[in-house]
């Protein structure tokens, strides 16, 4: 993989634009990708006729940016450009108005680039922040493109401006050889068969088990560690959607408690609530490994075997109780909402109140079934009930 970064300023915008893209030609010579953002203050037609001119305007997304970041630091005024060459990628292009339905801009962009083959795909994502509706246009990538992780940004106007002043609100998009006030684009990259790729972020999720895209005879998940009292943010909702159920999956077995899919709630550990010699097993495992073991946790799980809207004790140990939100493959392809209402649940699974939220997990396990799945997972929140 070969990649150039290059940025100028001065008083031309259009020299400054073809000068940063010589200079990330230096390193990037042939390249299958090209991010470039303009300040916004600049004549962003010269910038991007400037840009068309030395660059194939079939690879370009970007726009205008409030301030540019290169490993020079951060700079105003001046236009950065990234281009990438990854040989044995595959990369797609689309664009389309989206000021007036960020929505069916979204379709139009899926529809362009085309379902996703059988290689690890990442789309690049640029819009322009007009209406505030951009989440629409986002969540209609995921449907339609489900399981493609997205990054990028939204254009910039003036912020220095001043909220009152139009320069404020109008920004500009590189779709390509098209310059737009109201536009988003996508790039799709295909990574080469032979990639491993691994996505994180400081949004408190950690990863638990190895990175993985399809489960196959092994357990990967995230985990997001919290202390939160259930009966303060007590609905639970979020959104999901898996490739199928486990044939070999049986919830009330230890050689099948695996899960194309779940939701993990757990509650940390309360010593009023066990007796005296749980209390010391309790304290061992501190010990061991520097934390409490949750007192309690809720599974809700897409089923294997499990009726919907039943629920029963973990094979392993009746602290934690699975609850079948969905079952079997009647809706396996889909994606699906769902919201649970955890303090109501715990107080029928348990007979009691619960102790303080531990901390929400997303899971797709395959390594006691030697099974293979593949999720999809998004919009978990907790909320307080209405």
């Given at each position: 993989m070969k990649i150039g970064i290059g940025l100028a300023g001065g008083g031309?915008?259009?020299?400054?634009a073809a000068q940063a893209v010589r200079q990330a030609l230096r390193a990037v010579p042939h390249?299958?990708?090209?991010?470039?953002?303009?300040?916004?203050?600049?004549?962003?037609?010269?910038?991007?006729?400037?840009?068309?001119?030395?660059?194939?305007?079939?690879?370009?997304?970007?726009?205008?940016?409030?301030?540019?970041?290169?490993?020079?630091?951060?700079?105003?005024?001046?236009?950065?450009?990234?281009?990438?060459?990854?040989p044995g990628a595959n990369f797609r292009f689309a664009s389309a108005p989206r000021a007036l339905d960020p929505v069916k801009a979204g379709e139009r962009i899926a529809a362009a680039v085309g379902r996703?083959?059988?290689?690890?795909?990442?789309?690049?994502?640029?819009?322009?922040?007009?209406?505030?509706?951009?989440?629409?246009?986002l969540r209609t990538l995921q449907t339609r493109l489900p399981g493609i992780p997205f990054f990028g940004g939204l254009a910039s106007g003036d912020h220095g401006a001043g909220m009152a002043a139009p320069a404020f609100w109008r920004t500009w998009q590189y779709a390509g050889g098209t310059l737009?006030?109201?536009?988003?684009?996508?790039?799709?990259?295909?990574?080469?068969?032979?990639?491993?790729?691994?996505f994180g972020c400081e949004h408190g999720w950690r990863p638990v088990g190895p990175v993985a895209r399809v489960s196959k005879a092994a357990a990967s998940g995230l985990i997001f560690r919290l202390a939160q009292d259930a009966a303060k943010l007590p609905i639970l909702r979020?959104?999901?959607?898996?490739?199928?159920?486990?044939?070999?999956?049986?919830?009330?077995?230890?050689?099948?408690?695996?899960?194309?899919?779940?939701?993990?709630?757990?509650?940390r550990y309360d010593p009023s609530?066990?007796?005296?010699?749980?209390?010391?097993?309790?304290?061992?495992?501190?010990t061991f490994y520097g934390e409490h073991p949750p007192h309690a946790g809720i599974n809700y799980i897409?089923?294997?075997?499990?009726?919907k809207g039943e629920s029963t004790p973990n094979p392993y140990t009746d602290r934690v109780m699975m609850v079948a939100v969905h079952s079997g493959d009647g809706e396996a392809g889909k994606w699906?909402?769902?919201?649970?209402?955890?303090?109501?649940?715990?107080?029928?699974?348990?007979?009691?109140?619960?102790?303080?939220?531990?901390?929400?997990?997303?899971?797709?396990?395959?390594?006691?079934?030697?099974?293979?799945?593949?999720?999809?997972?998004?919009?978990?929140?907790l909320r307080s009930a209405p």
């Open positions: 031309d915008p259009g020299r400054a390249p299958s990708l090209a991010m470039a953002f303009g300040g916004v203050r600049l004549d962003q037609r010269k910038i991007h006729a400037a840009l068309c001119r030395v660059l194939d305007p079939a690879i370009l997304i970007g726009g205008s940016s409030y301030a540019e970041i290169t490993p020079a630091g951060v700079t105003k005024d001046s236009v950065a450009v990234l281009l990438l060459e990854l996703r083959g059988d290689r690890c795909p990442v789309g690049f994502v640029f819009s322009g922040l007009s209406d505030g509706r951009d989440n629409e246009l737009s006030q109201s536009a988003a684009s996508l790039a799709l990259m295909d990574l080469p068969e032979s990639a491993r790729v691994g979020w959104r999901w959607r898996v490739s199928h159920s486990l044939a070999k999956g049986d919830e009330k077995t230890k050689a099948g408690d695996d899960y194309a899919a779940r939701i993990y709630v757990t509650f609530k066990v007796g005296a010699g749980a209390q010391i097993k309790y304290g061992f495992a501190k897409w089923a294997n075997r499990l009726p699906i909402a769902d919201e649970r209402n955890i303090l109501e649940d715990y107080r029928k699974l348990f007979k009691e109140d619960p102790p303080p939220l531990a901390g929400i997990a997303v899971m797709t396990d395959t390594d006691n079934t030697g099974s293979q799945a593949e999720a999809w997972y998004a919009d978990i929140e």
